[in-house]
């Protein structure tokens, strides 16, 4: 498996903060759980009405899950299993590989 | 062998070197590699000049890729630049006329360490690879070490954070090496273009305040001209303008450090795409993405050529 599989079962979430108020939920919230920003490049630039996604790691995903729930910050999955995304990007890459 | 080289799947960094060697061995006549550094791990940071053999104060545009490792469609854009500069010297005169009177500067990867690491390690590493004695955390990003409003706003003083922006400005050696190389033919350079990934945006001066540029006119439509060239291909729509008030405002990148050292056209490309793929932009759309940012850089290089 390419990268060794470490990215089984990473989603990335999509979240639109719709007021400052939810900016600040979310800046809170990521202050408590390690992910990647994809966009914006730091929680520091995150804007209300300003797209945010963001890879988060298999083990936090359910528990992110039920804190934007829990704070009713509307939120969708873009990437549900970014392993398999990664093994499509470059599937013709594995399958040169195999060859 | 280069004929054989398949430009619409994503290479290694030794892959893209490979490639390099053999462009520079079958094209002497508009190709010229040569390396301007190492990197931190002493890979070497390689750059093909791209032109008609000529006069050497010919005006030049310099386009580099790779800045943040992650975005492999940038290297897979400027392989494909060169691919069709090549290519089409002989039958397309626009790109004829270009060469003739530019010499393009192309940096496939400027970040090789990092890029590397992503192809073996990490898929989303961002930064460069330089290590830091005092944290665990490694790299920096490459695009907030420049020596222009260093690690304000928008950056991080922090070694783990991704927008890290170094020790000190030019602490990465692939950041100094292409700075070094850019402030000597400075009076040579008319354009700079940095190519990123993930926002389908073209952007100009200034990133780090709302201040207008002095050669706003000039930019504006040159920027224009360029998006409205990349619709062309395939009906995709980028936002254009000053990265501050287009994005948001973040300590000085590479594009406000090139405008500032006195290059006129400083831009940088946020290729595809906007949030379905994110970095993994898979392979079938490396031609469609690079056609159309070849129409958009073509019109950029033409616009050199203009009085504005």
Known sequence: YL?????VGDQVFRVTPRDVTEVQVLKRMLGNIKVDLWQPNSASLIRHNAT?????????TQGLHAHLKQEGIAYNVFISNLQKEIEKQTGYRSARRRR | SESHYDYEVYHSLEEIQSWMLEVNRTHPEIVDMFSIGTSYEGRPLYVLQIGKRSRPQ???MWIDCGVHAREWIGPAFCQWFVKEAINSYQHDSVM????????FYIMPVLNVDGYHYSWTTDRFWRKTRSKNHK?????????RNWKVKWCEEGASSHPCDDTYCGPFPESEPEVRAVAKFLRKNKKRFKAYISIHAYAQMLLYPYSYKYAMIPNFGCVESAAQNAVTALYSAYGVRYRYGPASTTLYVSSGSSMDWAYRIGIQYAFAFELRDTGYYGFLLPEALINPT???TLRAVKAIATGLLKKC
């Open chain 1, 3 to 7: 990268y060794n599989n470490r990215y």
């Open chain 1, 52 to 60: 945010v996604d963001m890879h988060v790691k298999l083990n936090d």
């Open chain 2, 58 to 60: 010919k005006k030049a």
């Open chain 2, 96 to 103: 004829r006329r270009l060469m003739n009177q530019l010499n």
């Open chain 2, 135 to 143: 944290y665990h955390c490694r790299g920096v990003d490459a695009n």
């Open chain 2, 290 to 292: 690079c056609t159309e």
